[in-house]
């Protein structure tokens, strides 16, 4: 093996079926066959429509992979794969393939945790993780604050959302708005023309008790129930509903609460820097107020490219490529795959 190894990962934990090539630290390729717009009609991921979808993309995206990159599957040093946290049948179809290119190029197999994988991606793009480095998921199907000593093996949850994922609340505020599906992108454009203080939403879990008792978790629930109350009450009375306006103070109350309490757990566990990743991350507001909380408080931030927060097979090379270069021990080749697997086991 050269020193710098050749990973190729796979990623089909929801609706993208991602398959990406990375050597070392550097990211040769980064192919995604999405299945997103045959679930949009349904207002959310329907699993057994995506794990056909994957099925019927994998081989195709893998060689698509292989060509752009210009890598022979027998040069890969290893295959790595997200065995959870995710959908099931998803997972399996991911998981079923990396076995079977596993066996049959006789390479080490890593089954690894989806959520360590949206933070070892930002090392193709900025470079190696300070350590500890406390990094902010958030998507459609988390929200966690994680410290992070060592990606490969040390992942620490400090706090998750009680209710609903950040992503999931701009999808269910955007569909209270008549916007459509995935509703973030949407909300985060129709917000750049609204007042972000002309509606004070709710900030759960910022106060008081909840602060001691839930001082690093998150609850929207209550905020999207406060907007879609909000907005019926106006179309009741007949009257227009300013969505950029309704957009941009959801969105505030959402990004404030995200930052404040990352930037507090910066604080608390003396780190200073923070990686923000996961869908959500692409949001301009969340970059935007992130690196004005981050500058006041001397913590440098990190965020990948919009591309390289939602769900791809890079991010999943890139955990498999520090893997191989710590020295971990691969996976068994029987390796199971954990819809609910915990985000503090790196590896299956
Ligand atoms: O990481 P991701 O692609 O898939 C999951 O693992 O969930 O995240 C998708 C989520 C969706 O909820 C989508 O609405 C949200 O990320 N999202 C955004 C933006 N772009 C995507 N939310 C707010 N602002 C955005 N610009
Ligand atoms: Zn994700």
């Not at 990375?22 to 949009?40: I, P």
């Not at 022979?72 to 049948?89: E, F, K, M, N, Y």
């Not at 400090?158 to 708005?177: H, Q, S, W």
Request: hydrophobic fraction near 45%.
């Amino acid at each position: 093996m050269s020193e710098e190894p050749l990973v190729l990962g796979i990623e089909t934990s929801c609706d993208e079926t991602g398959v990406g090539i990375v050597r070392g630290q550097t990211l040769l390729v980064d192919t995604v066959a999405s299945s997103v717009e045959e679930h949009a009609r349904f207002g959310g991921v329907v699993p057994e429509v995506a794990s056909r979808a994957h099925l019927e993309a994998m081989v195709p995206t893998i060689e698509r992979a292989c060509r752009e990159a210009g890598v022979q599957l027998r040069d890969l040093d290893a295959i790595s794969v997200t065995s959870g946290p995710g959908l099931a049948g998803a997972l399996l179809v991911g998981v079923a393939s990396a076995k079977a290119l596993a066996l049959a190029l006789g390479k080490p197999i890593y089954g690894v945790n989806h959520l360590a994988s949206h933070v070892a991606v930002d090392i193709v793009e900025h470079g190696p993780l300070p350590e500890p480095t406390m990094a902010m998921l958030v998507s459609g199907g988390h929200s966690s604050l994680l410290l992070v000593p060592d990606v490969t093996n040390d992942v620490r949850s400090l706090g998750a959302t009680m209710d609903d994922a950040a992503g999931e609340a701009f999808d269910k505020v955007a569909r209270v708005l008549g916007l459509p599906f995935p509703g973030g992108p949407h909300v985060d454009r129709a917000a750049r023309e609204g007042n972000r203080i002309a509606i004070d939403f709710p900030r759960g879990l910022t106060t008081g008790r909840d602060m001691e008792r839930h001082r690093f978790d998150f609850s929207f629930s209550g905020l999207k129930t406060a907007v879609a109350r909000w907005v019926e009450t106006r179309q009741r009375a007949g009257e227009t509903v300013p969505v950029a306006d309704v957009a941009a103070s959801f969105q505030e109350a959402v990004v404030d609460v995200l930052t404040r309490k990352a930037l507090l757990a910066c604080k608390e566990h003396d780190v200073d820097h923070l990686l923000i990743g996961g869908g959500v991350a692409a949001n301009s507001r969340l970059r935007a107020l992130a690196q004005e909380r981050s500058d006041k408080a001397g913590v440098t931030l990190r965020v990948p490219r919009p591309g390289l927060c939602t769900d791809n097979g890079a991010m999943v090379a890139a955990l498999g490529a520090q893997m191989v270069a710590k020295g971990r021990e691969p996976s068994d080749l029987g390796l199971p795959t954990d819809s609910s697997m915990p985000v503090t086991l790196v590896q299956a």
